[in-house]
């Protein structure tokens, strides 16, 4: 017979049999939210498409949790200066707060990120069905630092070219380009004074003409570092890249196409302005739409052409949320974050809407998703280029990619107007970029390329 403690160690042991079984079987967001209903979580986030058509569903969240969600909705430059000052003064006034490319790196120096992975790892809180693999590796790789997870992606971009179908039929083009060779052919062919062949950002920054000229940066061969960090950002590649990207615009580029944005860009492209830019894929929301648009059903996209020899690099750009280090309510918080990144709210915001930009492969990659988005063929080519890049086209794994993207961003435009050769300008930024190198401590710390692309 069983002993007293024997059927106590027994009973224990089916007791947690039976809480294992009924966690992985029975997990749900009701149960795991009881104790935090009541709870309001305050989230401060930007205006954004996707945000809008996700809108409509967070009321079904604090319904099903008891859980209130209170946004703070602003535009995107007033939110970044009032959500750095909050995280700087240690307010704890937020559960979420928005993240992106351009942030990551700065707010995981500065520890105002809480990591995830205990989240992840806690049966109470984790859906088992959540599938975090689900996520682009070109979108989930942005919030990461050596294994910690710091922020979920809810949408991904990345750079294509986008060009009028009836143009290129009127000049008897077969096709987009698909070699730089190509671009410059196309385009020499295509351009005319009333509707200029090509436009990319050419306004100085990390997220404007940098944005653009990382692509040939890497098309032709080049690197930002080599694998000890070192910058290589004057080598032959990179000069032939920057003399490449700014001969385009000065040859087929619109009027005053030195200080162009990528909302100059969209809308240029939309009253038939133009017949062709390389930009973000979500520029082209709205080209089918006859209230805003001269060029309904005229247009395609392609993936940017790159040399046969080159990496195929076109620039991604995620946006996300993080929970706030010190956030009061970081597990409710948990709950609604995962809720909001999930594979049903991607779906939602892909066929209940427009939700072009999402980051699941589950639902980009379904037959019924590439169906709704064949059109222009902004399926096939948005998801080709997506599987392709990578998540560090540019360096925004280092904080100081900031000041380094905005003064690269002036030296390219000095050479774009005339004010100095391609060779000078990134002597000049290759020299600044060693020395916020060695400021920052990389090569004292002996630390190595995390991009292995190329190497």
Same mark, same amino acid.
């Given at each position: 017979?069983?002993?007293?403690?024997?059927?106590?160690?027994?009973?224990?042991?089916?007791?947690?049999?039976?809480? #294992?079984?009924?966690q992985a079987m029975g997990w749900s967001l009701k149960e795991a939210a009881k104790p935090?209903? =009541?709870?309001?979580?305050?989230?401060?986030?930007?205006?954004?498409?996707?945000?809008? @058509?996700?809108?409509?569903?967070?009321?079904?969240f604090e319904k099903e949790t008891g859980i209130k969600v209170e946004v703070e909705l602003l535009t995107r430059r007033t939110m970044?200066?009032?959500?750095?000052?909050?995280?700087?003064?240690?307010?704890?006034?937020?559960?979420?707060?928005?993240t992106s490319t351009s942030k990551s790196a700065r707010y995981l120096r500065a520890k105002w990120c809480a990591p995830l992975n205990d989240y992840m790892n806690d049966p109470r809180l984790a859906d088992p069905d959540y599938d975090y693999e689900d996520i682009l590796g070109s979108?989930?790789?942005?919030?990461?630092?050596? #294994?910690?997870? %710091? =922020?979920?992606?809810?949408?991904?971009e990345a750079n294509v070219y986008a060009y009028r179908t009836d143009v290129f039929e009127e000049h008897g083009i077969a096709g987009p380009p698909k070699t730089y060779e190509d671009l410059e052919n196309i385009s020499k062919k295509i351009h005319t004074a009333e509707i200029p062949a090509i436009s990319m950002r050419a306004g100085p920054g990390n997220t404007l003409n940098v944005f653009i000229w990382s692509g040939f940066l890497w098309g032709f061969? $080049?690197?930002?570092?080599?694998?000890?960090?070192?910058?290589?950002?004057?080598?032959?590649?990179?000069?032939?890249?920057?003399?490449?990207?700014?001969?385009?615009?000065?040859?087929? $580029?619109?009027?005053? @196409?030195?200080?162009y944005i990528h909302y100059d860009i969209r809308n240029d492209f939309q009253?038939?302005?133009?017949?062709?830019?390389?930009?973000?894929?979500?520029?082209?929301?709205?080209?089918?739409?006859?209230?805003?648009?001269?060029?309904?059903?005229?247009?395609?996209?392609?993936?940017?052409?790159?040399?046969?020899?080159?990496?195929?690099a076109p620039t991604p750009y995620a946006h996300g949320?993080?929970?706030?280090?010190?956030?009061?309510?970081?597990e409710a918080a948990f709950l609604f974050m995962q809720w909001y990144t999930s594979k049903e709210?991607?779906?939602?915001?892909?066929?209940?809407?427009?939700?072009?930009?999402?980051?699941?492969?589950?639902?980009?990659?379904?037959?019924?998703?590439?169906?709704? %988005?064949?059109?222009?063929? @902004?399926?096939?080519?948005?998801? %080709?280029?997506?599987?392709?890049?990578?998540?560090?086209?540019?360096?925004?794994?280092?904080?100081?990619?900031?000041?380094? #993207?905005?003064?690269? #961003?002036?030296?390219?435009?000095?050479?774009?107007?005339?004010?100095?050769?391609?060779?000078?300008?990134?002597?000049?930024?290759n020299e600044d970029t060693y020395l916020f190198m060695e400021l920052g401590g990389y090569y004292k710390a002996g630390m190595k390329n995390p991009n292995k692309v190329g190497l």
């Open positions: 017979m069983l002993g007293r403690k024997s059927w106590l160690l027994l009973s224990m042991v089916m007791l947690f049999s039976v809480i #294992g079984v009924s935090y209903k =009541g709870t309001t979580i305050h989230m401060l986030i930007n205006h954004h498409r996707m945000y809008e @058509y996700s809108l409509p569903y967070i009321p079904e970044n200066t009032k959500q750095e000052f909050e995280l700087g003064s240690n307010t704890a006034a937020y559960d979420l707060m928005h979108a989930r790789g942005i919030f990461v630092q050596d #294994g910690v997870i %710091y =922020g979920f992606p809810w949408s991904i061969g $080049g690197r930002w570092f080599d694998e000890d960090l070192n910058p290589v950002l004057n080598s032959e590649a990179a000069i032939r890249a920057t003399e490449f990207y700014c001969n385009l615009l000065r040859n087929w $580029g619109p009027k005053g @196409y030195s200080t009253v038939g302005k133009l017949a062709s830019f390389i930009d973000a894929d979500g520029l082209t929301i709205g080209s089918n739409d006859p209230k805003i648009s001269k060029i309904v059903d005229k247009w395609a996209i392609a993936p940017i052409p790159v040399p046969p020899d080159g990496i195929f949320m993080f929970i706030p280090y010190d956030a009061p309510n970081k709210m991607e779906r939602h915001r892909a066929f209940d809407h427009q939700g072009c930009i999402g980051f699941r492969k589950s639902v980009r990659f379904t037959p019924e998703w590439i169906e709704k %988005y064949s059109v222009n063929n @902004y399926a096939e080519a948005d998801n %080709y280029s997506l599987e392709h890049t990578f998540a560090f086209v540019r360096p925004v794994w280092l904080p100081e990619f900031l000041e380094i #993207g905005d003064r690269l #961003g002036i030296a390219i435009q000095e050479v774009l107007i005339g004010e100095r050769t391609a060779k000078e300008a990134l002597d000049e930024i």
